[in-house]
């Protein structure tokens, strides 16, 4: 596991040269990998890869809110999918940078991020407005019903985006930012 071996050997303190090792290793083997890509897809396949990889949150999050509309009887017509798509893309590139973004590579400041309660306050907040604002722009387009059970998922992707912080969080309890292995 990643997070254990990010620690010094008495568990007590990130180390910091084996988590900007870390990090520099993954950085190293992404662009290895988007190179492998861009060779077999050419630079507008590549392209057009990237783009489809930028969105893929958003579709996830369009595929399972469909779900849920369709389990509640307000299935989303291909209209209103295209739409709430759009919506939820546009909302999330206005989102600031997270730090606890999973392919943020810099493993120390997460370390430190995780620690600082202003910061995990802000990031909670700021998916919280950009949930508003999806669905502010969502009421333009869908039922009222859909509203309510689009309010719901969105509501469950923060509590479980907090959940997700809380449980990195509570792994660092205590831990500190040391400078080598212990």
Do not use: C, W
């Amino acid at each position: 596991d990643l997070g254990m071996k990010l620690m010094s050997s008495d568990g007590a303190t990130l180390d910091v040269a084996a988590a900007e090792a870390a990090g520099a290793e993954m950085e190293l083997k992404e662009k290895e990998f988007d190179a492998r890509i861009k060779g077999l897809l050419g630079a507008d396949g590549f392209s057009k890869f990237q783009q489809y990889q930028e969105t893929l949150p958003d579709r996830e999050a369009v595929q399972a809110v469909e779900q849920q509309f369709e389990a509640g009887g307000y299935p989303l017509a291909s209209e209103q999918r295209t739409k709430l798509l759009q919506v939820l893309s546009e909302e999330r590139q206005k989102l600031p940078e997270s730090i606890f973004d999973p392919s943020n590579t810099d493993f120390v400041a997460q370390a430190k991020a995780f620690q600082a309660e202003d910061i995990i306050a802000k990031t909670l907040q700021d998916q919280k407005d950009m949930h508003r604002r999806v669905a502010d722009r969502a009421r333009g387009f869908l039922s009222p019903d859909q509203i309510t059970e689009l309010a719901k998922f969105l509501d469950q992707q923060r509590e479980t985006e907090e959940l997700g912080i809380r449980i990195g969080q509570g792994f660092l309890k205590g831990a500190g930012v040391g400078a080598g292995p212990g």
